[in-house]
């Protein structure tokens, strides 16, 4: 092992993959800033960059970005209160506390060096991981691969913020999309209808930029103001660099919670900042300061929410589970190249992961020192509207999806899906679950396919492993469960989900007629692919059959639920003679306060640190920024914004993406963003520079259009 790891240190002298990793690097601290984005972004944007690469100089581009990005997206949460993911609203408490003193240098300078040493932590877990992982990665036949698919999409679905339910059925809606192509036991056409683009199954880029990306989009794209007035980068570097250093305990501490956040399938940096945040509150002898500008309000969390990344890395490198949606893409790429994680990867690609390690520590490191240098340009990105961002993010989230199959499809599927990842955030479906499920469906399918041949009846759940995974499956349910109903016993509205309430994207659809028509199709769509893969061969059914009855099941309960809920609604309208929490307005979009509600009796001297953590927010009032409350028209803007998309692909199918583009930008920024004309011709002739030379730059095709055919 130590000659692995020293032979991929010293690959890292090769100038051409310190190249991709200082690319990386920079685009990984540029997507951080943009709100909404982050590492999802900056994998899926840069991974269509990979096709044609060696699998190092790949991973050394993508890890660069993912190591940095919770390293950049706190400036904006310092410095405007809104933070660049959802990750970073929890050093935006004490954060842009202490900028608002004047004290913006010295909050900056706890936070990047928080980030880095958690980076650096983050590698070490991983590195003593495949040690301590090795032996029993390689002992795994396929009853146990198979339980581990199963596992993670499981996991990411009850982990993840949100309804049990939800989170089910966004995996099990994954796992059927992912199955749409060619069977890997009989190489059967499924799901295709006839289309000879579907026999090649989805790309994972358009998928994810869809869903994640092309979503966000269209429900932030509304926004034609910036966040808010920064305040100025003032205070001393040094007073803060030297403040870091009495604080060590809570970096160890907050970096050890990220690792373990970054382990668990579907929980992720948002939910490993705040574990952070609230043990810092639980430990601190003196809690009134926190949200006030208490420096371990920012050590802690900053800490964590690097490390969560190298802790995603465990799981989905050793084992083939993919934490989170980043994850999950580096995961899908790996198998675009032949290596599968697990068995394989430890034992002929051992180098590739001391080279994700060494990766990710030297960008670790590289990401703060930049943030550092380079803090003020970076600011001022933040100033920037995201209505006005929104068009050149379009058109290099479309022209990245085109690069894996080449061909205009993708582009359209990206935008439908970007449709469905809308209307899932918007009625608080987690989408991690999705794209994880999307991921896992064909090794999935692989190992059971295995299982079912191989072993006679379910002899083989009976396996000591597969107990063991079975177990691990079940306890987090039961537990969900049991927290379930002892709050409804108490009557409580729990501190853990207002908590994360502040941190979460804006649902202004749940429980309305959105999320009871969204449970209603979910029943179509898997009760229509038990019908179609009932034609299949016998081999080619199995998975499919076992996720359509069990969407079927779970979409009931789903819509029940939604039924139960709307019911309940206007028992309690009627009852009180005014609207109750979670109605609707005639617009169909709930009304929000801007802050969480905490029962009054869950006080820090009687409750979990969690709820510590919301005792101490919720007595901040006004020291905490407001919060974005969701635009009531942001459903119209919405679907504008998707037919703008549309507009742009029918333009490209005619005149190809160059010209389509010098249309869609002007076009989008004068009528939707309503961006100055001079913004927008600087703006269209930089989009045309890029699009010019970057062909010429990087492997990348711009789509033909008819008329380009013809001439």
């Not at 090795?134 to 982990?159: C, H, I, Y």
Request: proline share 5%; aromatic share 8%; hydrophobic share 55%.
């Amino acid at each position: 092992m130590l000659d692995a790891a020293m032979a991929a240190l010293a690959s890292l002298a090769d100038p051409s993959l310190l190249f991709m990793m200082l690319i990386g690097v920079l685009a990984g601290l540029v997507m951080g800033l943009i709100p909404g984005l982050g590492g999802t972004a900056a994998v899926a944007i840069l991974l269509p960059v990979t096709f044609g690469m060696e699998p190092a100089a790949a991973l050394a581009l993508l890890i660069g970005a993912l190591a940095v990005v919770h390293t950049s997206d706190t400036v904006s949460a310092v410095l405007l209160g809104a933070p660049g993911s959802a990750s970073a609203s929890v050093t935006m408490l004490d954060g842009y506390s202490m900028a608002r003193k004047g004290q913006a240098k010295r909050a900056l300078s706890l936070a990047f060096l928080s980030s880095m040493a958690g980076g650096i932590i983050g590698a070490i877990g991983l590195t003593l991981a495949i040690p301590l992982a090795r032996p029993l990665v390689l002992s795994f036949a396929s009853p146990e691969l198979f339980m581990l698919t199963v596992l993670g999409v499981a996991l990411a679905a009850v982990l993840s913020r949100g309804n049990l339910i939800k989170g089910l059925v966004s995996g099990l809606l994954g796992l059927l999309v992912g199955m749409i192509g060619i069977a890997p036991t009989t190489a059967e056409e499924r799901f295709t209808f006839g289309s000879l683009f579907l026999g090649d199954g989805l790309s994972i880029v358009a998928v994810a930029l869809g869903v994640f990306g092309l979503a966000e989009i269209a429900s932030r794209a509304s926004k034609r103001r910036a966040d808010g007035k920064p305040v100025e980068v003032t205070g001393g570097w040094g007073s803060g660099i030297r403040e870091w250093l009495t604080h060590w305990s809570q970096v160890i501490r907050g970096s050890l919670i990220g690792i373990a956040a970054g382990v668990l399938p579907g929980v992720g940096a948002t939910a490993g900042t705040w574990m952070a945040y609230g043990q810092a509150v639980a430990t601190a002898k003196d809690k009134s300061q926190f949200g006030k500008g208490d420096p371990r309000g920012i050590v802690g969390p900053e800490s964590a929410n690097n490390s969560v990344e190298a802790g995603d890395l465990i799981p989905t490198f050793l084992f083939g589970i993919p934490g989170g949606v980043p994850s999950a893409l580096l995961l899908g790429m790996l198998l675009t190249y032949g290596i599968q994680p697990g068995p394989n990867i430890i034992g002929e690609h051992l180098d590739l992961m001391y080279l994700i390690i060494w990766t990710f520590a030297i960008a670790s490191v590289l990401g703060a020192l930049l943030c550092f240098v380079a803090v003020r340009p970076l600011a001022s990105l933040t100033k920037v509207p995201f209505a006005i961002l929104s068009a050149g993010l379009v058109v290099i989230m479309l022209l990245g999806a085109f690069q894996e199959g080449g061909q205009i499809g993708d582009l359209w599927i990206m935008v439908l899906l970007g449709v469905v990842g809308w209307v899932m955030k918007s009625i608080d479906i987690p989408r991690a679950p999705f794209l994880i499920g999307f991921v896992l469906a064909i090794p999935m399918e692989r190992y059971y396919f295995l299982t079912d041949s191989l072993y006679d009846g379910i002899g083989w759940m009976l396996r000591p492993g597969t107990l063991v995974f079975i177990a691990v499956l079940i306890v987090p349910i039961i537990w969900a469960l049991v927290r379930t109903v002892r709050r409804r016993v108490r009557g409580l509205k729990p501190a853990a989900e207002a908590a994360d309430h502040v941190m979460s994207e804006d649902a202004p659809l749940t429980n309305s007629v959105w999320s009871l028509s969204a449970s209603l199709v979910a029943i179509a769509v898997f009760a229509t692919s038990l019908a179609v893969s009932s034609g299949f061969s016998a081999e080619a059914q199995l998975l499919p059959q076992l996720v359509g009855w069990t969407g079927l099941l779970v979409s009931a309960l789903f819509a029940a639920n939604e039924v139960r809920l709307r019911l309940a609604q206007r028992r309690s309208a009627g009852a009180a003679g005014e609207p109750v929490e979670g109605a609707r307005g005639t617009d169909g979009v709930a009304p929000v306060s801007g802050k969480a509600t905490v029962p009054a009796n869950e006080t820090p001297g009687n409750t979990e640190p969690t709820m510590n953590t919301v005792s101490v927010i919720t007595d901040l009032g006004d020291d905490i920024a407001a919060l974005d409350v969701p635009d009531p028209h942001r459903t119209r803007h919405a679907f504008v914004t998707f037919a703008w998309m549309a507009g742009f692909l029918i333009l490209t199918a005619l005149v190809g993406y160059l010209a389509a583009a010098m249309v869609f930008v002007p076009a989008f920024l004068l009528l939707q963003a309503r961006a100055k004309v001079k913004t927008t011709i600087i703006y269209t002739a930089a989009i045309f520079v890029f699009l010019v030379l970057l062909p010429s730059l990087l492997p990348v095709d711009l789509p033909q259009g008819l008329l380009n055919s013809w001439v």
